[in-house]
Every structure is written in structure tokens, then in C-alpha cells.
């Protein structure tokens, strides 16, 4: 084995042969063959890649490992480290991308030969695109740290053959992101492609710059730019933020490293756009050593007030008539140690809207955030004598059922519409509890409060009276037929059945008699695709998530006949696919069961699996969140024709079921209508 072969952790194997972690720790166990570890700690041992592949072949249970797998494993074995070695494979990707004859010429040299070739000519290729050495956060490797990752790079290009060199490298990007959740601040593609839409970068030729560029988000949604500028703090997601741009487009590239408020990489540089997610609530972002930044022109901002920082810096460098769209908490907008800041951008026409969004469009996910459209004064021009203000999360349809639940259509294009009518036009229509255009001077007040909310009252929920008696008239109907499915239990008290031999789902499984897919681990293929949520299965609802974007794994698409039941929270819950449901993307925390539909009837089997007893037995409570482990779940062994019976009464069930549902909703809603109708006068007592 050579020594620089990848190692893989426990959950790497799992991955690679089909099963669960626990299936590997029998393994460990009771074979005396598996693999040693050789490396990690010993609660997270990990082992050589080769040795566990070898093992998986002789012992049947794996055939071959698929290539994009393969690569996955060796990157994130690297003996430099995941983040290290994705560079380095960004590095020769953009060779392959911008050069593929020369790839192929260096390809068949001996993996020595490689790294002493390689770093000529991805030298040669970085320095067009990235410029000269100094400054820019993309290095060229050295032979001696090429060396080591031979096969990966190997691997990499392979891989590009059959994706294309920037799919290959968002797969990876996007695989060690998800392997490190925590580690990275990630801004979601449609807050990005929204804040992009309001900045005005639709156009060709666009400038843009990032100053806090994470991974590089904010500025992959530009559609078509002349030139991207990117910094961002940690070397190596400056790197790797740089290497997937120019793997993403043609537009020139400027990767830099450094902290952008004390240490501007860009100096006297003007864009057409910024786009910016700044860190959020930093106290120690130099207020003490930048009190003479010529940058604070709208005034310094306190200790407390990171974020107003950088507003004024995104405003530094706008070309005259330029816009800055940023990511703001929504203290930002109300906290009184910025009022005076926040005067004075109103004052001079250069905060030109506040947007609410839902809660649940970007981290943290449980905050309404706020996104603050700024733009640059030019020579002569009049200030703005009003502020638009627009409310995505109180519009009906914008959101509330948090990250997964997001509506990221309506949200846009109810922002966007106001804004283009703002912008463009002269003026905003003004819609209760969405929109409305607010005279400066009614803002420059002891507060100088910018929150929507404060000045956008929501509508009352009813709509009117009008719209309130339709509610009741459904409400009427609904609880006519709520009663008529209402069922009615059969039987006498103490009647008892015998007890009926059972199986488990693990059993039918092995058996053949139904399949079992876990949900989430899909991404976005060409055209739209809707996400079946845990929250849509939970509450009956359509399906209303969307996948995220890159080139994963395909998505698992539920059937009609298939049951879904989340892992999740230890209810009981188990829901038949429909039509209108199928084709939909299984979301994650979700389970599918196929069922034979000569063996097994879905009605049937989702009844089961619903009852309390059933559940209480197949969940694990070893954390503090309750996991269901579905394959313990138990029903009857029973003749297919008895199993239809037992369906038609739970689907007689599932049917009550959503006509209370309904009911309690549109009773909800007519509660709130009337307490709102009457204490604004819109419905007469």
C-alpha cells in the first residue's frame, strides 16, 4: 500500500458499500479480517481506502466503487487536508477545463513526472486568469505537494471527462461543505440570485465585488460579468472561492485574501454592483484603529454597529449611480446606536430600500433578515425623498414555514416587482402589509427606525368581510363533511382478536416485498423539481421544498403508491403517495417504503406503520431528538385480499383525517379574521 494512500472514516465505508454506520461496526467485529485502522482517534478511526475497497469486493459487498465516490474518498483522505487538496484540484480542473490537450499530454506520465510537470502548466493557466503571484489567493502547488495526490488529481480528471470540470468541482465543493456544516456561513441560491436580480446585474459586462466573499455565492448568481472581485478572510475559501468562479464563467477573476475593513485588498477599485453577506454582530472589527477610514462618509460607526461598517465600505466602492445590496440582521435597522448613520444615509439618497424576508431565507434561520439596497450618489444627483419598504414575510404566500417551506418564487418576484416599480417608475404601489414608499421625513425621527414591520401593518388576516363569509361558508362545508367520514368504531368493549404472526419492514426488505430509499441526498438536475418535505408529509401539504443546486447524486422521486414516513421527532406519521404528489424529490429526514404491489398493499402497510405502540418500539432515543428506525417496524403477515380490507379503512381514515385538517384551518382563520376585522373596523359589529 502506498503511503500516501486516502483513508476513509467509518462513515465513509458505509457510504461507499450502501448501509448504515451500525452495519459497520458489526462488520469491525465480527470479522477478523476488516481492515485495521490507520489513522484518526479511537472513537473516529479511520482506514486505508484501498485495503476497505478490497475487503468490500471479497466479501460481495461492493462491486465496483463508483468514480465520483472514489474521488470523494481520496480528496477527503488527503494527508494535507480536505480543504487543502480541493485546491489543488481546482487547480489542475482549470487546467483541464482551459487546456485539455496539455492535460492529456501530462496525464500518461508516472505520478512522479506528474507533479513535476504540473505546476508549469497551472502556472500558465492561473496567471491569466487570477494575474500575478502577488496578492492573488490562488497559488500554484508545488511538486513535492502534488505528489501526494496524484490519484486524486488522476481521479478529478477523470471525473471531468464525464461531468465537465465545473460540475466535478462544485460536486466536491458542495460534498465538503456538507461534511462540515458548521465550519461555513453558507448564503442559500435564492437569497443570492434575489439579491443579484436588485442589484441590476442582469446586464452583460457587469463589475462586481464581494467583500466578504465566502464560497462565493453572492457573486456565482451574476448571470453574465466582465469581471468578479472577491475577498475574503480564510486563505484557503479565498482560494477556493476564486478557483469556482473562473471554473464557473470567463469573466475575469479577483481573488484576494485579507479581513476587508481593516486590510481593503482593493483599494480605489469602483464596481458597477456589491453584493455582501457580512458577518453579523462583530465587536472586534476595528473600530479602534479605523477612525479616520475616509470610508465612514456617512458617519463612524460605533463599536456595536460591525454591520454599518460594511454599508459604508460596499458604498467606498460603487462607481457614481452604482448598487450595493447587503444582508443585514434586523437590528441593524432599529438599534439606536446606529440612528445617526442611518439618518444620514437617508438624508443623502443612498439607502434607497429595506426588504423584510422570511424567516428561514439564510442564516441564522430563525431571524427575519433584512437586506439593505444601497446606491452611490452621483455629481448633481437629487436625493431620493422616499425609502421603499417591503415586507416578503408578511405577503400571504411569501413564507412562514421556515428554511424548507420557503416559497423563493413569490418571495422574489413580490420584492422585485416592488422595487422595479420603485426604481424604474418613479413610485411604488403601495399593498397592505407587503409594500409601501415612505417619505424620508417621516423617518428622521429620535429613532430613525427602518424595521418594515413598524411601518407596514399587516393586513387583517380576513381580507374583509366579504372574503370572511366565504371562509365561513367553507368552514360550514367542511364540517359537514367532517362529520359524514367521521368513522365509527365496530366491535364491542373487551372483544380481543388472536394474535397474528407478524414480520418487520427490515424482513420484507431482504424479502423483496417493498424497497427502502432514504431521502435528501439529491440535487438539482436540468428543470424544476419540487421536494416533498418532512414538513409537507407532517401537515398533508404539496410539495413545497426545491433541491439544492449542483450535480450530486440523483434525487430518490417518489412514485404514486409509495409511503414516506419521517425518522425524525417520534411520531407517527406514514403518508400514501398520490398522483398529484409523484415525481416529487424525496426530502431529507424522510423514508420511502415501495412496496410489491403483489405482495404488499400501500394502504395497508402505511396504516400499520402509524400505529403508536409500533412506533413507541421502532424508535431509538439515544439523543435528545427521537429517531425512527424503520426497519424494526412490525405488521401482519397477511393474504393480500385481507390487506386491501384492512387499506380501504385506513384510507377511509387518512381521508377523515384531512377534512379536520381543513377544518381547524379555515376555523383559524376565520378566528383571527374577526379579531382583526374588528379592531380595525374593517367588518361592522
Known amino acids: 500500500m502506498p503511503e500516501s494512500a486516502a ?85 489542475v480542473l482549470l487546467l483541464v477545463r482551459e487546456r485539455p490537450t496539455d492535460w492529456l499530454g501530462l496525464a500518461g506520465a508516472s505520478d512522479t513526472r506528474l507533479a513535476q510537470l504540473l505546476p508549469v502548466a497551472v502556472e500558465e493557466v492561473l496567471a491569466p486568469r487570477f494575474g500575478g503571484t ?109 478557483l469556482r468562479l473562473a471554473l464557473s464563467s470567463g469573466a475575469e477573476v479577483g481573488a484576494r485574501t485579507g479581513d476587508s475593513l481593516r486590510a481593503d485588498a482593493f483599494p480605489g477599485l469602483t464596481v458597477d454592483a456589491v453584493l455582501c453577506h457580512p458577518p453579523f454582530n462583530e465587536r472586534n472589527w476595528g473600530h479602534d484603529e479605523l477612525a479616520y477610514d475616509p470610508r465612514w462618509e456617512y458617519g463612524f460607526p460605533a463599536r456595536t454597529e460591525s454591520e454599518l461598517a460594511w454599508v459604508q465600505h460596499a458604498l467606498a466602492h460603487l462607481r457614481p449611480g452604482g448598487t450595493a445590496v447587503l444582508l443585514m440582521p434586523p437590528a441593524a435597522a432599529s438599534r439606536r446606536s446606529g440612528r445617526r448613520v ?7 439618497g443612498a439607502l434607497r430600500a429595506v426588504v423584510a424576508l422570511p424567516a428561514g431565507a439564510a442564516p441564522p434561520y430563525g431571524v427575519p433578515l433584512h437586506l439593505w439596497v444601497l446606491r452611490r450618489p452621483g455629481d448633481g444627483q437629487r436625493s431620493s425623498p422616499e425609502l421603499l419598504l417591503v415586507d416578503s414575510a408578511g405577503h400571504p404566500d411569501g413564507g412562514g414555514r421556515g428554511r424548507e417551506g420557503l416559497d423563493w418564487a413569490t418571495v422574489h418576484a413580490t420584492v422585485t416587482n416592488a422595487w422595479r416599480a420603485f426604481d424604474q417608475d418613479g413610485g411604488a404601489v403601495d399593498e397592505p402589509g407587503v409594500s409601501r414608499a415612505v417619505p424620508v421625513i ?138 398529484a404528489t409523484a415525481g416529487a424529490a424525496l426530502g431529507r429526514n424522510l423514508q ?23 412506533n413507541r418500539q421502532a424508535s431509538s432515543y439515544a439523543s435528545t431528538a427521537a429517531r425512527l428506525d424503520v426497519r424494526r417496524l412490525q405488521l401482519p403477515r397477511l393474504p393480500l385480499e385481507e390487506q386491501r380490507r384492512h387499506g380501504e379503512h385506513f384510507r377511509a381514515l387518512a381521508e377523515f383525517e384531512g377534512a379536520l385538517r381543513l377544518a381547524g384551518q379555515l376555523g383559524e382563520r376565520l378566528v383571527q379574521g374577526l379579531y382583526d376585522g374588528l379592531t380595525d373596523g374593517s367588518v361592522p359589529m
Open 134 to 242: 502577488a496578492g492573488r489567493a490562488v497559488h500554484t502547488p508545488t511538486a513535492r505537494e502534488l505528489q501526494s495526490s496524484a490519484a486524486l488529481l488522476r481521479g478529478a480528471a477523470e471525473l471531468a471527462a464525464e461531468l465537465g470540470a465545473h460540475r466535478t468541482f462544485e460536486f466536491l465543493l458542495g460534498r465538503y461543505l456538507d461534511a462540515n456544516p458548521r465550519q461555513y456561513t453558507l448564503t442559500p441560491p435564492g437569497a443570492a440570485a434575489l439579491m443579484a436580480a436588485l442589484a441590476g446585474t442582469t446586464g452583460r459586462d457587469v463589475t462586481v465585488l464581494d467583500p466578504a466573499a465566502g464560497t462565493g455565492t453572492l457573486l456565482r448568481a451574476v448571470p453574465h460579468p466582465r469581471a468578479l472581485y472577491g475577498q475574503e478572510a480564510a486563505p484557503e475559501l479565498a482560494a477556493l472561492t476564486g
Open 7 to 91: 483513508e476513509v472514516t467509518a462513515a465513509g465505508i458505509a457510504r461507499l458499500a450502501g448501509v448504515g454506520r451500525a452495519a459497520v461496526s458489526n462488520w469491525r467485529r465480527r470479522h477478523a479480517d476488516f481492515p485495521r485502522p490507520v489513522g484518526g482517534t479511537e472513537t473516529s478511526p479511520s482506514f486505508a481506502l484501498p485495503e476497505v475497497e478490497q475487503w468490500l469486493r471479497d466479501q460481495g459487498k461492493l462491486a465496483e466503487v463508483p468514480l465520483r465516490e472514489r474521488v470523494w474518498q481520496e480528496l477527503s483522505g488527503d494527508p494535507a487536508g480536505a480543504p487543502t487538496a480541493l485546491v489543488r484540484t481546482g487547480c
Open 442 to 579: 417621516d423617518l428622521l425621527d429620535d429613532d430613525v427606525d427602518l424595521a418594515p414591520a413598524r411601518h407596514l401593518p399587516p393586513p387583517a388576516a380576513g381580507g374583509g368581510a366579504a372574503e370572511l363569509a366565504d371562509v365561513r361558508d367553507r368552514l360550514a362545508e367542511a364540517l359537514r363533511r367532517t362529520v359524514e367520514l367521521t368513522p365509527a368504531p365496530s366491535g364491542t368493549a373487551g372483544d380481543t382478536r388472536p394474535r397474528r404472526p407478524g414480520t418487520t419492514v427490515g424482513e420484507l426488505a431482504r424479502a423483496g416485498a417493498l424497497e427502502l430509499r432514504a431521502g435528501g441526498a439529491g440535487t438539482g438536475p436540468a428543470g424544476p423539481v419540487r421536494v416533498l418535505t418532512e414538513h409537507d408529509v407532517v401537515a398533508g401539504t404539496e410539495p413545497s421544498g426545491t433541491l439544492p443546486e449542483g450535480p450530486g447524486e440523483e434525487p430518490v422521486l417518489v412514485r404514486a403508491g409509495d409511503v414516506v414516513v419521517p425518522v425524525l421527532g417520534g411520531g407517527s406519521v406514514a403518508r400514501v403517495v398520490d398522483g
Open 592 to 614: 420511502l417504503l415501495r412496496p410489491d404491489p403483489a405482495a404488499l398493499d400501500p394502504w395497508f402497510l402505511a396504516g400499520f406503520l402509524r400505529g403508536t405502540a409500533n
Open 342 to 348: 442611518r439618518a444620514d444615509l437617508l438624508r443623502r
